[in-house]
C-alpha cells in the first residue's frame, strides 16, 4: 500500500485548482451582479418595489381564497408560500422584503415557526389575526401582542377555551380597529340535552369581561356571537359597525339600555341584531333616536320585537336592509305591521330605496327558523347560489305556530299572507324580473294583485309549485273576476316566461298542462301584449311536437331538447307521470343548497 506522501503532490494541485476555481467563481457573480445592475427593474426605487411586493400578495391572498378548499388558516398559509418567491429572486429584493413589516402581517396561525418569524419581521405593524381552538399554543402566543394586533377575529368551540386564552391578557391595545368573537352556539342536541346543559358542560356561557379589552380608542367594528356583553361597555363608544348575534336570555337589555348602547355610536354606518332584543312590547314616550349615517342594517327577532325596534329608530335610505321575523305564540303573524313600522322608520321619501330594485327572487330557505325569503336586487345579474350576488333587500319570515285565524278561503297558505302583506305596502315599480322559485305556494289571485301592475316587470321566472297558479295569473280570459281591468291587461309590459323545472303533466293537480299555457300564449297576443320569448329548462313531460305548437305563436322559443318523464318499455328505470318534484329526477339523493345560518349578514 503507498504511503500517503506519495499522493500528497496530488492533493495540493487538486487544492490549488478547487481554489482557483472558486476565485473564479466568485469573479463570475461579481460580473453577474454588475450585468444585473444594469437591468431596468433594478432602477426601481425600494418604495415601488415595496408597493409590488404588496400588490403580489394581495393577489396571492385573493387567488388561494377563491380557490379554497380548506380551512382559512390553511389558506393563509399556502397564499404565503406563493408569493414568499419574491424573497428569493436576489438579496435586494429580499432586504427591502425583510425589513417591510407590512409585508408580514397576517400570520398562517397552523404553522407556529412561522407564525413567530412573521410576529418578528411585523415589529409593531398592525397585525391581521384570524384564531380557532385548533391552534391554542399558536393562538396564546400571537394574543400576546395585543398591543399591535389591528384585526382579531376569534372562532372558539367554547367558553372554557376562551377564558384560557383571555387569561392575563391586560394590555391595553390601541390599534385594534376590528374585533370580532365567535362562540359556536349552533350544535346537535340529543333528546333530553338542553341549552343549559351543554353550556354547562362547555364551561358556561362566555361573558367578555370589561378588562379583557381596554384602551381601544381606535375600535371601529365589533362582532360577538354567542358572546355575552355588558352594556355599558366602552366597546361601544364610537363604533362604524356593530354585529350581535345570539345573546343568552340572561344578557338581553331593557329598551332603554339598548337605545342607550345605540346613542354612543353617532357614527354607526351598518348595525346587524339578531336575537339582541328585549322580551315584550312594551311602549316609548321618547322621540325615536335618528341614526343618520346608517346604511347597512340586519334585523332578525320574534315579530313583536322587531316591529316595537322599528318604532324606535329612524335612519335615511338605506343601500341594504335585512329583515327577519317569525311568531313566537300560536296565532297569526302580523306581517303587515312590521313592514309599516320599518316604512316609517325611514325618512327618506324613496321609502327604503325599493325603487332602485330592478329584480325580485321569492324562494324558501332551508332553515328552520325563516323559511320564506324574499330577495331584491339593484343588479340584474342573476343571483348564483355558488358565487352569490349580494342583495340589496332581503326579507325572512317565519311559518306561524298553529293555525293563522286572519287566513281567508282563498288564501290557505302562509305564503299568500306575506306576499299580500308585503307587496301591498311597498310599491317595486322599476322591477324588471321576477322570479319565484321551488317551495313557493301562491294562488293566482295574489300572484295578479301583487304583481300584476308592476309597470316594467319584463320578465317572469317560474318553477315547480307556483307554475299552474301563475298560468292563471297571466292567462287573459277571466276579465271579470282575475287577469283584465278597465285599464288593460295585466303584466303589461311582460316578454319572456322562463319554466325552470317544470312538469307539465296531465294528471298531476298542481302541474300546468300545455293546452294551458298554449291558451296563455294566444290569449295574450289577441289583447296585445304577446310574450316575445320563451325559455324551458329542464322541464319533464314536453315533447318536440309540443315545442313546435309554441314556437308558431312566439317568435323566440328556446327548449334546451330533454325530453324527460316519459316511461319507455325500454327503460323502465326512467320517471313515471306522478306528479312528484322534478328535482328529483335530476339530483336524486344529492343535497340542495343549505343556509347554515338561515340568513345572512352585511358583513
Known sequence: MPS??????????????????????????????????????????????????????????????????????????????????????????????????????????????????????????????????????????????????????????????????????????????????????????????????RDRDLGGRFVLQPSTFRGTKSLRRLTLSGVDIKWDSALFQGLTHLSLRNLSAECKPSWKQLMDMLEQMPDLQALDLDRAFPAGTSTSTSPPLHLPHLNELAVYSVFTEVHSFFSRITFPRLKRLYMGCRSAESGSVDYASVITALSRSCRATDTLGVAAIRKLELHQRMA??????????????????????????????????????????????PDNKIVRDVFSRLSFVNVTDLSITAGIALNARVIADSFGRLPRLGTVRISSSTSREMIKALTVKDVDELVAKPDGVLFPALHTIVFEWVAFSPHAPYDPRVEELQDLLMQRCEYGAPIQHLRFNFCRFLKRTDIARFAEIVPDVHWDEQEIGFWSEDNSDTDTDDGSDPLNAFFGDIDLPFYEDGYASIW
Open 4 to 197: 500517503p506522501s506519495v499522493n500528497t503532490p496530488v492533493s495540493e494541485a487538486r487544492t490549488a485548482i478547487d481554489q482557483d476555481i472558486e476565485a473564479h467563481e466568485r469573479s463570475i457573480q461579481k460580473l453577474k451582479a454588475r450585468r444585473n445592475a444594469l437591468a431596468p427593474i433594478l432602477k426601481l426605487p425600494p418604495e415601488l418595489l415595496h408597493r409590488i411586493f404588496v400588490l403580489i400578495k394581495d393577489d396571492s391572498e385573493r387567488l388561494s381564497e377563491q380557490g379554497r378548499t380548506h380551512l382559512p388558516t390553511n389558506a393563509a398559509l399556502c397564499a404565503l408560500r406563493t408569493w414568499n418567491v419574491v424573497t428569493h429572486v436576489c438579496n435586494r429584493w429580499r432586504q427591502i422584503a425583510l425589513n417591510a413589516s407590512s409585508l408580514w402581517t397576517e400570520p398562517p396561525i397552523d404553522s407556529k415557526p412561522w407564525t413567530l418569524e412573521m410576529l418578528k419581521r411585523s415589529k409593531t405593524a398592525g397585525l391581521i389575526l384570524d384564531l380557532t381552538s385548533d391552534t391554542p399554543s399558536t393562538n396564546n402566543s400571537v394574543i400576546r401582542h395585543i398591543k399591535h394586533i389591528k384585526t382579531l377575529k376569534i372562532h372558539y368551540e367554547s367558553a372554557r377555551e376562551l377564558n384560557i386564552l383571555f387569561m392575563g391578557l391586560f394590555d391595553d391595545a390601541p390599534q385594534l380597529e376590528n374585533l370580532s368573537i365567535t362562540v359556536n352556539v349552533r350544535h346537535s342536541y340529543h333528546p333530553g340535552y338542553s341549552h343549559a346543559a
Open 368 to 413: 328552520a327558523t325563516y323559511g320564506f325569503c324574499i330577495e331584491g336586487f339593484s343588479d340584474l345579474a342573476r343571483p348564483n347560489r355558488i358565487n352569490s350576488v349580494e342583495s340589496d333587500l332581503e326579507f325572512l319570515f317565519g311559518p306561524p305556530m298553529g293555525d293563522d285565524p286572519t287566513l281567508d278561503a282563498e288564501d290557505t297558505h
